[in-house]
């Protein structure tokens, strides 16, 4: 009986960290689209383009990974300017 309960009580923790991991990988993809449309926005719309215009440009910057909307950002000047630096490739932190 202590066997079932034993493998009772792990399978309730993984579930929750599962929980955990899925919400955390939800809020990452969220910023990630969030910050593609910062910088279409900020760095690349134009007054009076139109919607279909800036959809596309959302659109090919939500294409691109996270790593390059941030350097694109970066060097668009649109982060502060006391964010740490990261050593080697933002992608693979090599």
Same mark, same amino acid.
Not at 49 to 70: Q, S, V
């Given at each position: 009986?202590?066997? #079932?309960? +034993?493998?009772i009580e792990m399978a309730e923790r !993984?579930?929750?960290? @599962?929980?955990?991991? $899925?919400?955390?990988l939800w809020q990452l993809?969220? #910023?990630?689209?969030?910050?593609?449309?910062?910088?279409? !926005?900020?760095?690349?719309? @134009? +007054? $009076?383009?139109? !919607?279909?215009?800036?959809?596309? #440009?959302?659109?090919?910057?939500? +294409?691109?990974?996270?790593?390059? @909307?941030?350097?694109?950002?970066? +060097?668009?000047? #649109?982060? *502060?300017?006391? !964010? *740490?630096?990261?050593?080697?490739?933002?992608? @693979?932190?090599?």
């Amino acid at each position: 009986m202590k066997n #079932l309960e +034993k493998q009772i009580e792990m399978a309730e923790r !993984l579930a929750v960290v @599962t929980q955990q991991v $899925g919400f955390t990988l939800w809020q990452l993809q969220e #910023l990630e689209g969030v910050s593609a449309q910062y910088f279409v !926005l900020l760095a690349q719309a @134009t +007054k $009076g383009m139109g !919607l279909d215009a800036g959809n596309a #440009l959302e659109a090919k910057a939500k +294409k691109r990974t996270f790593g390059a @909307t941030f350097q694109e950002m970066k +060097k668009a000047a #649109l982060l *502060p300017n006391d !964010l *740490p630096e990261v050593d080697g490739d933002i992608e @693979t932190g090599v």
